[in-house]
T-cell receptor, first 113, second 117 residues
């Protein structure tokens, strides 16, 4: 079973602040993902990574950026938070192959005031 | 066009009864996978069950089974003997394999299941 951790669990921050949402996994998975989810709605892929130094944008355009300097760490950064960024952000990872499911962290619920 | 459609925004089921959550999908990729996830109010996503497009048998995992009808492009989740703890959002998701080396998923809009005691 994958262990994947996200911090903080909840974050309330003012407009214009820079924030970084942390995501770490201990399973050595090369593939990692960030999804954005508005309350009660579907998840949308915003970033993914195939491995160290590999990052790509997902289907949903996002003003956030990501980095992948270490296998286990995939942080997401917003340079200047806005109320439109209020959402839940879910990090996930998966093993190699097509069948393994995504393993998700508990998510970060971000509110920008 | 929506790739994953879940037509039931909300459903009630009596405790101990079975319930079916609908999911239809749209793809021209001959190789794909279908997943169901459960999301309790706490927000985490819990993997329930997987069906590959070439699998001959319907997938089963404990009280969960997937009714896979390939010609109809449907992948309904059946939960038997509902429990109060089954109350949650349920998401159907699809992975299309031909141009997707990253195992990325497309999600449906979800169905909120409420189990009545």
């Amino acid at each position: 079973e994958a262990d994947i951790y996200q911090t903080p669990r909840y974050l309330v921050i003012g407009t214009g602040k820079k924030i970084t949402l942390e995501c770490s996994q201990t399973m050595g998975h090369d593939k990692m993902y960030w999804y954005q989810q508005d309350p009660g709605m579907e998840l949308h892929l915003i970033h993914y990574s195939y491995g160290v130094n590999s990052t790509e944008k997902g289907d949903l355009s996002s003003e956030s950026t990501v980095s992948r300097i270490r296998t286990e760490h995939f942080p997401l950064t917003l340079e200047s938070a806005r109320p439109s960024h209020t959402s839940q952000y879910l990090c996930a990872s998966s093993e190699e192959g097509l069948e393994p499911p995504l393993h998700f962290g508990n998510g970060t619920r971000l509110t920008v005031t | 066009a929506q790739k994953i459609t879940q037509t039931q925004p909300g459903m009630f089921v009596q405790e101990k009864e079975a319930v079916t959550l609908d999911c239809t999908y749209d793809t021209s990729d001959p190789s794909y996978g279908l997943f169901w996830y459960k999301q309790p109010s706490s927000g985490e996503m819990i993997f329930l069950i997987y069906q590959g497009s070439y699998d001959q048998q319907n997938a089963t995992e404990g009280r969960y089974s997937l009714n896979f009808q390939k010609a109809r492009k449907s992948a309904n989740l059946v939960i038997s003997a509902s429990q109060l703890g089954d109350s949650a959002m349920y998401f159907c998701a699809m992975r299309e394999d031909s141009f997707n080396a990253g195992n990325m998923l497309t999600f449906g809009g979800g169905t909120r299941l409420m189990v009545k005691p």
